[in-house]
DNA sequence: AATTGATTTGCGACTCAATTGCATCTGCAA
DNA sequence: TTGCAGATGCAATTGAGTCGCAAATCAATT
């Protein structure tokens, strides 16, 4: 069954919950939405997309957006348009848990401009940093067809 | 000795000449400004060091900027602050010249915000793409400490 | 050297994602 | 139930980047 924001919102309140923090219908509401998306999405889409079941003010969304990201839920992607893009830190297109959290690996289709995250990130990394340099974070992006535009 | 816009200026010509395009004083004074930074430089950084030795409108900055992408001289990356910073392609923290394919490798600094393009970068990648997907295009991103803030 | 015509530049106005200030409201604990 | 720190709504603002158009500039040709 693909989830959808009513069938979330449980699950999205039990997570608001586990935090510690407060509880607020705009959390609930956004985080609901970004669990029934299973790609990346804008503030924009999160508006639109929170219009139907629960219209909320465009800045709360922003800040109840970087209140997950700053809870470790969720996490931003820059895109190529100057947009940020938001998604769950666990969600990935084959629905498999999150098991590393060293690396982020987003994949953005040319196509439909939907961007994934991906697992089986290796810890390898196929560069090498000049001397004195120290790495820190890592964040690997790929540009493509999704499966579905394919 | 360390490379300053007016030592780059009969460089930027050539190089603009190279192309077959208009050889222009914005073009040459843009590249310049390209050729003297190690690292890589927002449109405002741009406008900031030509107001010195050549002043000219920001519009024709971000016009430049961007012809020089075009014409695969300069190219762009998307910085975690929402603005696009420019580098030459070739340019490398350590001078060497471009060899291999997978894409762009750039190094953040956390400390003093500037970034880097680095080369030795192995065409395997550490990431699996789920089935279906095709990869067109790599771009990775590190962030750290530069070997100067080290 | 002057003419010409296509490109490029400068300037102003504009777009749009994101942020800020502040008054009001709300979740939660005492 | 009440008090209040923290969250929300609304309006105004910021700042990177873009667009339209008239004026300037490059370079090819006479």
Redesign the pocket.
């Known amino acids: 069954m693909k989830p959808t924001y009513l069938t979330r919102i449980p699950a999205a309140e039990a997570h608001i919950?586990a935090t510690g923090?407060?509880?607020?219908?705009?959390?609930v509401a956004v985080l609901a939405t970004l669990m029934a998306a299973d790609h990346a999405i804008?503030?924009?889409d999160a508006v639109d997309a929170l219009a139907k079941h629960h219209p909320?003010?465009?800045?709360?969304?922003?800040?109840?957006l970087?209140?997950l990201v700053s809870m470790g839920i969720a996490h931003r992607i820059a895109g190529d348009?100057?947009?940020?893009r938001f998604m769950l830190t666990a969600a990935k297109p084959n629905g498999k848990a999150n098991t590393q959290h060293l690396q982020h690996a987003h994949f953005t289709c040319n196509d439909c401009g939907q961007t994934f995250c991906l697992d089986e990130v290796s810890p390898k990394l196929p560069v090498k940093v000049p001397a004195g340099f120290k790495t820190i974070d890592v964040d690997l992006k790929l540009r493509g067809q999704c499966a579905h535009c394919a």
Chains 1, 2 share one sequence.
């Open positions: 919950r923090e407060r509880l607020t219908q705009p959390r804008s503030h924009l909320m003010d465009r800045v709360t969304v922003y800040r109840v970087e209140w348009d100057r947009v940020w």
